[in-house]
Structures are given as C-alpha cells and as structure tokens.
C-alpha cells in the first residue's frame, strides 16, 4: 500500500488541479499543495538519495527541518538545487526532480556506498587527508570517487537570469511567525495603534491550525483562524517570506519569495527580494519543531515526524499510508494518532512511557487507536519504503530495548518531543537553557527589545499559547509608550501537557547493530556521535564539525537536540553540561542573487567617465580600468593600431613634438581657511608656508608610522585656499584622511576641505612644442617662457569653437618634458578636448594615453602609485631630501625607527637587460647572480619600451642598497610564474636629463 | 548591522560609516619623541566592555562620530562629534 489522496479533508481546493513534473513523469495535485504533499498524493516514495551513503529517502517532515525530500526545481540557469520539498509551493507546471542519484533516484547505482557505511564515518573526510603514510595516495584516489558520488544537488554554473530586490523597511513591531501566537500578538498591537509586520515563511497564514480540528477559545479551529485573520486590519502581512537572521541592532533580515510559486510569473517581477527590517520591538512567535526518535532504518521513506503525518491528513487531505504506526514518549503525539484514526487508517500508537495520560487515551481508544504502553520502535523493515516497524519494550526509562515483534505497517510517525525554535535569538548569542521537565532547550534570555511567546518558549496549550502572545505584543506597546511592562509573573508557564515526556533520543537493543540516522541530511549516525566523543570530541561545537552534524542548511533544526543528548550520554554528562551549538543564520537558505539584490554589473561597480570621455572615444580612443574609472590607454593612430606600436608611437612624440593627456582622473581637494597652510605644513613633508600664491609645489605626505602615503602637486591660489591634487587611486583616501585631522586631531585649525575632483576636467599639453600648442588656443593669460615660470600658475582663457572658457594652467611635469596642465571647469571639458586636439596636431603631436603616460614617467623616474605601495619610505624613493628639518610633519617621529633608517633597504632603481631584446615584467623578483630564491632583494614595479633611451626595454623598481650599490654589477631579474630570468644591469633612476633641464625649458 | 544614532543625521546603518580606530587615542605633538609616537601608533589597548572609537560617516553627512560602543555586546550607548566645536555649535542650535 501506498500513500493516497483522501477522498475529503484538507484545506487544498479540489476543483483546481494543478499538473507538475517529477522526474520526467507529469503527475497531479491541487491548489494548496506543496511539492511534498503533491508527491505523497501521488503515491511517491523515494523523493532524493541520502548524501553519502545514498540511501533511498522520502519525505520526512511538513517544515523547512525536512532532511529528506531535498528536490532539485526549475531548469536551465533557473535550476535551484536543495529545495525541501515542503517548503516549495506546487503550481501548474512545476518541474522537479530528485537529486544525488545516478541514472535516477528509483534506481541508484552510488546505493553500493552504503555497503561500505563502515569507511565512511564520522571525520571520514579529515581522516583521509591527513592519513601519514602508505596507502595514503590510494586512499585519495578512492576520495576522488566517492566525493563525485556524494553530495547534494548543483547549481546550474550560469549566471542567475533572475533579479532581486532589497527594500529597506521600519516598523514598530514585528511578528515573525503566523501561527495562532503570531496572529494573535500581531492583532493586539494592530489594535493598540502600532505599525505592525507580520512574516510567514507559509504562504498560508495560521501554523498547525490550517485544517486542524481543535477548539480554540471555544470555537472551531478553522472559524477563529478565519476571523483571527480578517480581523488584522493594519497589519502588514508577508507570507512566502523567512526571518533567515537576527542581526546587531535588532535588525531582521527576511527574504520574501515573490515569484517561485507562479506558473507564469510576470518577467518585470524581481524572484524575490531581501527586507532589511529596522522594527523598534520584535514579538518571535517561531513555534516549535518536532523531533524525531533515533532508531534502526529510521531514515527509510514513510518514515515521518508524527506532526507532518496529521499536517498532510489535515491540511493537504492525504494520507501518509493505510496502516500506521506512531511512536512517541509525550502527549503532543495523540493528536497526531487521532488525525490518522479520523481519516480512516488504521493507527497504532506506541508511548514509550508506562504511565499514559489518562484523558488523552481514553480519547485514542475511543476513536480506535491500539495504545501500547511502554513499547518503543526498533527498526524499520523495507528497503524503498516502509513494510512493518520491529517494536520492543523498553528495559529501563533510558533507551535500552527488548526487540520483541514486529508490526505490519506501511507509514510510521515519530514524535520524540518538540524542540521551540529559538534560531533568530541564537544568532545574536543568546543561548537557550536546557529544561529537564520538559525536555528541550527553552529561550533564556533575549536581546532589549526582543520577545518570544508560545510555543517558541515552550508553551504548548494553544489557548495559553494565545494568552502569551497577546502578553507580549502588551508589553511590547506599554514599553514603546515608555509605561511600565507587566510583570513577567503574567505570562503562562512553558509546558502544558497532562503527563510529563519522557525523554527518548535513541532506542538500542543488546547485540543488535542498527543504522540509526540522527541528522539524515548528512548521514549522521548515532554510532558517528558515539565515535566522536569516542575520539574525544567532547565539546558540543567539535562534535558538531566532525560529523558535520546539524551543519550546512539544516541549522540543527532534526537532530541537534539528539545529537547533544547523546554526546552527553557518551561522556556520562548532563545534556546543560554538554551544552548547545549556536544556531547561525540564515535560518533557511537565501539564494545569493537575493544577497546582491539590484547591485549587479555597473550596478555594483559604476563606471566613472571623465568629462572628455566620450570627446575621446570619438576619436577612437581605447580605454583601460583605473579603479571605477575609465581612462584612454592608447590612441590608435589607424582603426585597430596595436597597444605595442601605438604607446612608443604617442611617447616618442611627446619627447619629439608634443602630446596632450586626459588628467581629469587626479584626485583633487579643495583647502581653504586661514590655517590652509599651517594644516599642510602638518600633512606633508616639505613646507607650503612659504610657496607664493599662484605657484605650485610638488608635494610628499606620509603616514603616522612613517611610511609614504601618497605624493601630488599643490596649487596655492590664494593667501588662504590651496588645491591639492593626489594620485586617482588615493584621491578618496586623503579626502577622509584630511577630515580625519581636521574634525579629530587638530580641530583648532580653521581650514575646511572639500572634493572638487568632478569639479575640474584638466588636460597635459607636454613635449618641446607644447608651449607653441597651447599658444594657438590661449586668448588671454601669458604663457610664455617668462610669464609662465616652472611650477607658475596664470588664469587663462581659451578659445574653442564657440567662444572662450575660463582655465587655470601651470606649468607642472610628469613626464620630464616642458608641460603644462590645463584646468577648465567639468561642463567645458570636452569643449577644452576639442580645441586642442587641432593645435597640437598642427604642432606634429598626438593625444596619447595611459600606456605611454607609463612609459614616459618611467623614463623619468616618477613615482607613481606603483611604487608608493605602503611599505616604502621617503629614503627608499629618493625622495629623501625633500623631508624639512625646518618644521615638523605627520610621520617624522616614527620614519627614523632603525628598521626604516637601514641603508640596505630596496631603493628606486632603473633596471636594463644586458642583452638585448630581453624583457623582464611588472611583479618580477631581483635577485642577486646565482641566488634566484625567494622574495630576492627587490622587485620591478614598472617596465616599458623607453624610446628616450634607445628603444631598449626598461624597468623600475627596488633593488637593496640601490643603484650605488650596484654600479658596474648585474642582478637577475626573476620571472618564476612565467619561466624566465633575465640579467639585467642596475641604473640611476634619474638617468634621463638628469639636470632637468628639458622640463625647464 | 549596528545602527550608528549620528548626531546629524539620526540612527543610521553601520554600512554609511567607516570605522577609524579607537578615539581614546592621544596622539602627541608632531616634534614629540619616537617613543611617543612609537605608544599612540603601535600600542593599543583590545578592551572588553565600553569603548570609544572614531566613526566617518562616510557616505552620508561626512562627520567624525566617537560612538560609544560595548565590544562585548555590540550596544552602542552613545554619539557625539569629534569636532568639539561643531558640538558645541550643534548644541547651542538645540536650546
């Protein structure tokens, strides 16, 4: 026999059938099915394979703790492995398939795994990688195969098609659970005047009361459900929607499924979306989750928990087989029993107590439930499927058994108590205290402005449930109003039940050796718990990762109170002396794309373009990455010139002729106020006091330790406002920087800074001709050889096509030649692009990009970001001179430590392969001759093609000692990744018109 | 997330700030010693309990905010401004 659709009951509608496909076969359910009770309707039974020992497994459970029915939904890119079936809503349509199985999970090959359980226990994995010794390689071969056989489903590898949301909300109180609990503390708050959000991973409101046949508050269950529901007026309700975590702050993240359960979901619909909540009070009406009993098999398909059995007869209106057996060692199981008498199976109800409660049986027996006291499951029989339970008597009140007979059956329930799902509280290191009369962990503590209520702190009777919930969405109001709360004395007792449980983890039988699963997502066994502690494993959280128990997506949710009570049983230990693993969000999976939500592709990373980007792209400029920034690396001289040729080609012309460069990308930072000058006196090495308004200075700062921050020139505009331009990479970092010291160190300074970086579009004209450029286009301002001095600024205008625009220009070089950069408010910066292309091509020159920018400053000797990496010192950079010994500045104390003062520090050098045509690349390890080990004793931080040195390949980097220690010697300059070592001599960095005196031409 | 109460913009995510390190930090004067320096820059306390740290609220008013916060339970009791003038201007606006 099989499990079937009952002919009546059940909340699904009947006249709305719904076709799915289940591994290759189009089956049928109804409206208000989920893929678990659409599969049990249509008579499934081996849902997936376990994860190691491929072991057939049917559904388990009606909740997101089921370990069994884990499915594979949707295809193609659309694919989501490690679905519960439970958990997935079933509509028209709906494909799914089972997983961890090969060719198919009715039929598996990998099953043979579980003839060899016996290699793959607890610290399987460990113990194979670390095995010392023979055999270990073949041991390795053999992992190879089994981690291929073993596993859970997989992704599908493309990019996820769909798209996310993330809504940031506020509320005064959330609810999260909409059980009887939830729903009643959500309509008292409503009531009393606060905003109020509702979640429910369900996508049906009211917990175990949908279908459920119980009185509450005298009436029908399914009649106070629905005026409990019409009567949240406010409320703002989420179903489909999972509180996965309780953050600092009391923030709840919730993940709310939007389109997964619709046929044909609109494609402007995001799949789901992440709700960063802000509630001021939160009400947890989680609930509780039942737990199974430890016995021999007890993972065989129609082995389920006894409360999932009355949820499929109740709610869906199937029924989980025709002859049944529940098992179970406290009250909260009868109910179950009698919603399977109630549909006309035949039920027999084991209680493994002696003494049975007295209202509770009588009600069993008189609905035709066969009770035997003191009788408990031994193992189940049947391969793919329950075909009777061997049952036994207990010998004690522990777990040891007399096997005694076996019952025919094809479904057995199991209920071994109920655990309150205390997850959201644990996330924030609040640990649950074990309960011994009640037997589970019960909420202790919780974080300022956090309460539980129900069954989530362990009360069981509904009516008390409601009384508690309304307690806590009482006090909730009282403690936002700023009254006083309640006294605590006010809320129910946890507990509930006629007769006390008696706790039953595992059941053993002497000489008998049964596989008897405590967590079957992961194949965790109770022998694996034993060998744990066996092994000395003895603390709950090593436990827990080596056997991986109550790990990955279960969270703990099956069998971590089994596991802890027999780890505690292994060492002779109470289950409070055990203690308890933290529960860690999520709390159920969260689809990663949900994580990123709209922050994708540019969305995540925006580009910024400078203000004559697209000028240049119409040139046909190729551009490069700097940070988020876009900058033109090469300038194709004809439509597909290659990198190569094109950046000797632009930097040949800027030694030859002139060039123009985009140097929009610059940080630049506005100082002004009357301390401008003392504040960088402060910052940077050499003094600005002094510098003349309208003249700029190259400038070096450092950090606190003494190690070179960054370097940049500054313009002094006025008496008190300067403009500092920094590297494109640090500009963000000494824009806070300079907040930093200004709002903490040194408040007194009367200076104010602000980023004009997007304010200002700047363009480098350099080369010998680029005076004679720039005076084609200049209308007004001198910027000639004495009106416009090194390092002098003028204020300018220039013509364009249709006018003048206002610049600043100063004579600043980078790349060693006469330069000049021009400076034009952002909105004129294409116009300024446009007017001096023409003039520097009629002075035979040429735009060039960020390649031959490299190239030239290289030549030069230049520092660059490259070389400013945060390790290096003032010294190490040949930048030591420039250090005032007038005045003190941030960095002096700590840059003369002894290691920093050493003269055999890697220091800026130029590097030339002894042979020619040798190259050598960025990253590569100087070594000395005969010593290619190691990190060597230097390393190359640039190279290039130098057309102002011959056309030779040249290199910039560090070298110990620097270039005097090297004259007349060579090094190796090492290439381990690609192979290749090159001889190369060690040169001046200043090699190229060392007196400077084509930049001051 | 930590809700950061800025004294300008109200309670805001932790994500719109940038911690900055521990505010009770003196740092000496620029011609003090090495081994002052040496104590300010490399020498710092790992309290357990109440701190003080220096936060920038980066992506929002720009302000540096010494925030009190308990290391061990994550409250954040407190939020007043580096700037002690800006302070003492803000809370002159309030009276």
Not at chain 1, 51 to 63: D, I, L, N, Q, S
Not at chain 1, 101 to 110: Q, T
Not at chain 1, 644 to 652: G, K, L, Q
Not at chain 2, 40 to 65: I, S
Request: hydrophobic share 40%.
């Amino acid at each position: 026999m099989t499990s079937f659709r009952l002919n009546a009951g059940g909340v699904v509608d009947r006249s709305q059938p719904l076709r799915f496909d289940w591994d290759g076969l189009t089956m049928s359910g109804l409206q208000g099915d989920t893929l678990a009770s659409a599969l049990l309707a249509n008579g499934v039974r081996v849902v997936g394979r376990s994860f190691k020992y491929h072991r057939p497994r049917g559904v388990m459970t009606a909740g997101p703790e089921e370990g069994g029915a884990l499915v594979t939904t949707g295809r193609g890119a659309q694919r989501v492995p490690n679905e519960k079936a439970p958990m997935v809503e079933l509509f028209d349509g709906l494909q799914a398939s089972g997983q961890n199985a090969w060719p198919g999970v009715r039929f598996d090959i990998g099953e043979i795994n579980d003839l060899f359980g016996r290699f793959f226990t607890a610290g399987f994995y460990y113990k194979t990688f670390m095995g010392p010794g023979r055999g270990t390689w073949a041991w390795m071969q053999f992992e190879k195969l089994i981690r291929r056989a073993a596993g859970m489903g997989t992704a599908s590898r493309e990019p996820d098609p769909d798209q996310y949301d993330i809504v940031h909300d506020f509320c005064d109180l959330l609810v999260v659970g909409a059980g009887p609990a939830g729903l009643a503390a959500a309509r008292q708050a409503a009531e009393d005047g606060l905003d109020v959000m509702l979640v429910e991973q369900d996508f049906a409101l009211g917990g175990r009361l949908i279908g459920s046949t119980e009185t509450v508050e005298g009436q029908p269950a399914d009649q106070w459900l629905a005026s409990a529901q019409s009567a949240l007026g406010s409320v703002r309700v989420l179903t489909r929607a999972t509180a996965f975590g309780l953050y600092d702050g009391s923030i709840v993240g919730i993940y709310e499924r939007l389109t997964d359960h619709l046929a044909s979901p609109d494609p402007q619909m995001p799949r789901g979306a992440i709700r960063i909540v802000r509630p001021r009070r939160i009400v947890l009406t989680t609930g509780a989750i039942e737990r199974p009993v430890a016995f021999g098999a007890n993972d065989r398909p129609r082995v389920m928990l006894a409360g999932a059995m009355e949820t499929y007869v109740r709610r869906f209106g199937v029924a989980p087989g025709s002859r049944a057996v529940v098992a179970t060692c406290h009250d909260g199981a009868y109910s179950s029993a009698m919603a399977l008498a109630a549909a006309g199976i035949s039920t027999t109800l084991l209680d493994a107590r002696m003494a049975l409660p007295p209202a509770l049986a009588d009600a069993a027996r008189s609905a035709g439930i066969e009770l035997m006291p003191g009788y408990v499951p031994v193992e189940a029989r049947g391969h793919k499927g329950v075909r009777g339970l061997q049952v036994g008597r207990l010998v004690d009140e522990g777990s040891l058994a007399r096997s005694e007979r076996e019952i025919a059956c094809d479904c057995v329930g199991v209920s071994g108590g109920w655990s309150p799902a205390v997850h959201l509280v644990s996330h924030r290191g609040h640990k649950p205290v074990w309960s011994p009369e009640l037997a589970c962990f019960l909420p202790a503590t919780a974080p300022e402005g956090v309460a539980l209520a129900g069954a989530a702190r362990g009360v069981w009777a509904t009516d008390a449930v409601l009384a508690d919930a309304r307690t806590a969405a009482a006090d909730a109001v009282a403690g936002l109003r700023g009254k006083r709360r309640r006294k605590a004395a006010e809320r129910p007792e946890p507990g509930g039940w006629e007769t006390p449980i008696q706790p039953l983890w595992e059941v053993r039988v002497d000489g008998v050796k049964l596989k008897s699963f405590v967590d079957p997502q992961h194949d965790v066994t109770t022998d694996d718990v034993r060998q744990a502690a066996r092994e000395g494993y003895a603390s709950v959280e090593h436990m827990k990762r080596y056997t991986t128990l109550g790990m990955a997506t279960d969270q703990g949710k099956l069998g971590n109170v089994i596991g802890l009570a027999l780890l505690a049983d292994s060492l002779g230990q109470s289950v409070p002396e055990t203690g308890i693993t933290t529960f860690r969000p999520p709390y159920t999976p969260v689809p990663i794309g949900a994580l990123a939500g709209r922050a994708r592709g540019t969305h995540w990373q925006p580009e910024r373009r400078t203000a004559m980007h697209d000028a240049q792209a119409d040139d046909g400029a190729v551009f490069t990455d700097a940070g988020l920034w876009k900058r033109a690396w090469w300038h194709p001289a004809f439509p597909g010139e290659p990198l190569e040729n094109a950046y000797v080609r632009e930097a040949r012309a800027v030694r030859s002729t002139c060039g123009m460069v985009d140097v929009s990308t610059l940080g630049k930072i506005a100082v002004q106020g009357p301390d401008a000058a003392e504040f960088l006196d402060r910052v940077f090495v050499n003094g600005f006091a002094k510098l003349p308004v309208m003249k700029c200075r190259y400038g070096v700062n450092l950090r606190d330790d003494g190690i070179v921050m960054d370097d940049g020139v500054t313009w002094r505009l006025a008496e008190d406002e300067f403009l500092v331009t920094c590297t494109t990479a640090n500009a963000a970092k000494m824009m806070a920087w300079f907040e930093n010291l200004l709002a903490f160190r040194w408040p007194a300074l009367r200076v104010h800074v602000a980023s004009t970086t997007d304010q200002w579009a700047g363009v480098a004209v350099a080369g010998p001709r680029a005076r004679a450029a720039l005076e084609r286009v200049v209308a007004s301002g001198d910027v000639s050889k004495d009106g416009l001095p090194f390092m002098g600024i003028v204020h300018a205008r220039v013509r364009v096509t249709d006018g003048e625009i206002p610049a600043m220009i100063a004579r600043i070089s980078f790349s060693g030649e006469l330069a000049f950069e021009v400076y034009t408010p952002s909105g004129y910066g294409p116009a300024l692009w446009k007017a001096l292309v023409p003039s520097v091509r009629a002075e035979d020159g040429c735009a060039y990009g960020m390649e031959a920018l490299g190239a030239l400053r290289i030549e030069k000797g230049h520092v660059t970001g490259a070389e400013l990496d945060g390790r290096t010192t003032l010294d190490d950079c040949g930048l030591g001179r420039m250090a005032s010994t007038k005045k003190p500045f941030i960095g002096n104390a700590l840059r003369h430590r002894p290691e920093l003062s050493r003269t055999d520090r890697p220091q800026l050098a130029h590097f030339l392969p002894v042979t020619e045509g040798e190259k050598f690349s960025i990253g590569a390890v100087v070594c000395r001759e005969g010593e290619v080990k190691g990190h060597g004793i230097g390393w190359i931080t640039g190279v290039t093609v130098a057309p102002a040195l011959g056309d030779g390949w040249l290199g910039i980097g560090f070298v110990t000692g620097g270039p005097a220690a090297w004259e007349g010697k060579t090094v190796v300059i090492a290439d381990p990744i690609r192979g290749s070592e090159v001889r190369a001599r060690v040169a001046s960095p200043h090699q190229f018109d060392p007196k400077g005196e084509r930049m001051h031409a | 997330m930590l809700r950061i109460p800025c004294p300008f913009c109200g309670p805001r995510d932790h994500s719109e700030f940038s911690y900055e390190g521990d505010a009770s930090v003196t740092y000496p004067p620029l011609d003090a010693p090495e081994e002052a320096w040496f104590e300010a820059v490399f020498l710092r306390e790992d309290r357990r309990g109440p701190t003080e740290e220096l936060w920038h609220h980066l992506y929002g008013c720009r302000a540096h905010v010494i925030v009190e916060r308990d290391t061990l339970t994550h409250e954040i009791t407190g939020a007043r401004l580096a700037n002690p003038a800006i302070r003492a201007a803000l809370s002159e606006g309030e009276e």
